[in-house]
């Protein structure tokens, strides 16, 4: 009688396609790529890819990474902020009121905005791990109290519904040139908050693969229940990010309040989405358990490139956000049958 030897499936190795897409990341990654080439090709400018295009997608797309990463990371442990869009209108504004109506530093602002965000973030977190009320609910609550109060107050206090007058604060010039200064790369000006950007993904990500704190952002999103079990601290982890969410939008509202000299009371309403939508299309899942900084942040890639990639193509602009949509829908769809195939088997 022959025997037929088999291999236990559980000591297959992987190939390296296999490993390669197990990665969150590499289905935005082949989609950034693939963006990048269309409207490569498209461009009338010739710039798209040169120096003066990268320095504009890459404006507008560190702003939306930088929250995003911490949206995803927010989203890996299992919860949503829907707050995050506002806080950016609310902190610029409370940083605003602080220095042009009150005469503070602006350093002494900065720092009472960042605390003020933190508590906001408490709030969040706090409320839904005790209340058990889906984080959808009670962030979007928070969301209408801080648009509405950002509309209200900010019209008592300055008479419109924007704040002016911060580069008259004492501090201003440094606080600046660390926040909403430019360096040059070759002739060429590229904002600081692309370096801040960068600085927060590499940080994010160390976080997220080499300390216990990101393996507990990932078991309380696979399964709170048996993180719990385990001795993670769920609830607590939970409200660390949420507050880690809010203050990345405030850091946001910062740059941008120092950039424009001032802020408008509707800054940053609607912005939640994107981030959302960064971290989406960079792999993050929905329900929890699965992510990345590095994803958030091509998530953020796209987007930039397609808010410059249309005009410079001399497509309508009106079609920007339906772009993203189709980006969104194509991202989840190729995500969940990349992570499907690469979860079928060792091959």
């Known amino acids: 009688m022959s025997t037929v030897a088999t291999t236990d499936e559980r000591v297959k190795k ?18 950034a790529i693939a963006i990048f080439i269309l409207f490569t090709t498209f461009d009338t400018t010739g710039n798209f890819a040169k120096l003066p295009g990268i320095a504009g997608w890459t404006d507008i797309a560190a702003p939306i990474g930088i929250v995003a990463i911490a949206v995803a990371l927010l989203m890996i442990a299992g919860e949503f902020d829907l707050s995050s869009g506002v806080m950016v209108g609310t902190t610029g504004l409370f940083v605003g009121v602080l220095v042009s109506k009150l005469g503070l530093n602006i350093w002494v602002a900065i720092l009472i905005g960042l605390l003020f965000a933190a508590c906001v973030g408490f709030v969040n977190g706090y409320l839904v791990v005790k209340t058990k009320l889906p984080s959808f609910i009670i962030t979007l609550a928070t969301f209408f109290i801080l648009k509405g109060a950002n509309f209200a ?6 008479g419109s519904v924007r704040v002016t007058g911060v580069e008259k604060a004492d501090g201003y010039a440094g606080a600046k040139a660390v926040f909403a200064s430019t360096f040059k790369v070759g002739e060429q000006n590229f904002q600081i908050s692309l370096l801040w950007w960068l600085l927060f993904t590499i940080v994010a990500t160390f976080m997220l ?3 216990k704190f990101g393996n507990w ?23 660390a990010l949420f507050m880690l969410t809010s203050m990345a939008s405030a850091l946001v509202g910062i740059i941008f309040v120092l950039r424009l000299q001032g802020m408008q009371a509707g800054q940053g309403v609607g ?7 960064a971290a989406a299309v960079g792999g993050t899942l929905l329900t929890g358990g699965a992510g990345s900084a590095i994803g958030a942040s091509i998530g953020a890639v796209i987007m930039g490139m397609a808010y410059i990639g249309i005009p410079f193509s001399l497509w309508n602009s009106d079609w920007t956000s339906t772009f993203l949509g189709v980006i969104l829908f194509s991202a989840v769809m190729i995500n969940t049958y990349i992570g499907r195939k690469a979860a079928g088997g060792k091959r």
């Open 14 to 31: 992987a190939s390296f396609i296999t490993k390669a897409l197990r990665r969150t990341e590499v289905g935005a990654l082949l989609g």
């Open 153 to 158: 107050l900010t019209m008592i206090i300055t």
């Open 209 to 211: 693969t080499r300390t």
């Open 217 to 239: 952002t990932f078991a309380s999103g696979g399964d709170a229940n048996a993180a719990r079990n385990a001795g993670v601290p769920v609830n607590r982890t939970k409200i």
């Open 271 to 277: 912005q939640e989405f994107y981030y959302i939508i």
